[in-house]
């Protein structure tokens, strides 16, 4: 299946070109493919969280409190942690 392309100009500023041009170069792709892959990563992101946002909008948030609390409360308790994995 072939995608297609549009050739679309942004104004960056120069030292973000350059940032982007490095990262590029350490990570052996092009500038393009690396642009790509992080506006898909990150519009991706916003999308998620809109969507999330979307539905919590819809909700009743005390509710969700009580329900989250519930499921907490059946978790049983680890009293075997070690020293070093304890918050303090």
Known sequence: MSKSTQVVTLRIPVELKARLENEAHLQGVSMNNLANYMLTTQISQIE??????ARA???DIPSLKSKVS????????????PEWDKIH
Do not use: G, H
């Open 48 to 53: 998620v969280l809109s969507a999330l946002e």
């Open 57 to 59: 909008s819809k909700k």
């Open 70 to 81: 519930k499921v907490l409360e059946s978790v049983q308790k680890n009293t075997d942690i």
